[in-house]
């Protein structure tokens, strides 16, 4: 038996209004996940528990199996596993988005205008973070590149009693009501405010303004924990994985998993990433290992740009060269199962994540369900005689084990 998981990344939503009242997924043309719900098992899981932030990471933690009221510790040791960067056990490892910020005239308050930059090159981002940790590097402090807008500061012996905000959540909204708060808040505001003189500076910078792109004028610290412990997947289910993303933060819980991650040319996460390539190796890798795991994060960043148009584009390039290829490679393997879902859903009338149930669909090649009128859409949720799991880490038992 072969595995393959495939998630669209905050896919799920809610009624737009400019959509007759009907979410980016009941819109877009999805064929192919359609056909998977109305042959296979639909049903709906809460991935949030009650209680935790509704993150990428609580997500896909408790749908690999872990329950993350046991195991989490924090987003940012995780996309730190991800990069490669192995924390001591007094460090505490932050997310370091590049931001960009709007002042008003007399320059006295900002509000979060682009909570990545632009979706700033890593080439960009690289000489930015360079530069921040020469200058604002210090013997316990250090500033360490990721992808796009996406990096890592650790802090030596650091605190974790910090209030951070993710940026995503404060689009558009003054940023003085949502600076850190708690033990030592005062040198991450520091940190963040120092920054800004250094990115402005910055030829970088000046060049992205030059050609009217927006500027990374400052950081933004948030995600704060200490490094991550949690079984081998292996341990837990027998099986060998492999894992497939354009995050960090995925590769990270790949990683600390004991996944094998496959690296992909052109995936960006974001609307132009190479769809099929993941696809493609992930089917690959099936070949050496047991389960493949297949994350897209498209969906999710149109969701936060609050762009309902790109959300249909990026949901149905997912469906058409992502799920289609899929299920056009895997017929080679003679039995498999197939799970799909979003791992939260990503509304655009709000711009972030948010914790209610989500739809999902288990396929199983021997067996062929006829389940009329169905569509794979949030209208799942809605129903009363599906498989509910309201404790998400049991899913991935009832997919591999008892499907």
Known sequence: MKYVVIIGDGMADRPVKELGGKTPLQVASIPNMDRLAREGIIGKVRTIPRGLHPGSDIANLNILGYDP?????????????????????????????????????EKTKAVMEDYSSGHISTEEARELIKDMNEKLGSEDITFYPGVSYRHIMVWSSGPTHIECTPPHDISGKDIADYLPVGEDEDVLRNLMLSSI??????????????????????IWLWGQGKKISIPMFKE????????????????????????????????????????????KAALKALDNVDISYIHVEAPDEAGHAGSYTDKIKAIEDFDALVVGTVLKGIESFKEYRILLLPDHATPITVKTHTEEPVP????????????ENIAFDESITGREDILTFEEGYRLMDYFIKEA
């Open 236 to 279: 837990k289910y027998l099986l060998e994985g492999a894992l497939v993303s354009a995050v960090d933060l995925m590769k990270g819980i790949g990683i600390s998993a004991g996944f094998e991650i496959l690296n992909v040319p052109g995936i960006t996460g974001y609307l132009d990433t190479n769809y099929t390539g993941k696809a």
């Open 69 to 105: 009221v046991i195991f989490y510790s924090g987003r940012a040791p995780l996309e730190a596993a991800g990069i490669g960067i192995e924390l001591k056990d007094d460090d505490v490892a932050y997310r370091c988005n590049l931001v960009t910020l709007k002042y008003n005239k």
């Open 360 to 371: 999902f669909v288990i396929y199983d090649s021997r067996i062929r369900r006829k389940n």
């Open 197 to 218: 003189g250094i990115l402005e500076s910055n030829p970088v910078n000046k060049e992205r303004a030059k050609i009217g792109e927006k500027p990374a004028n400052s």
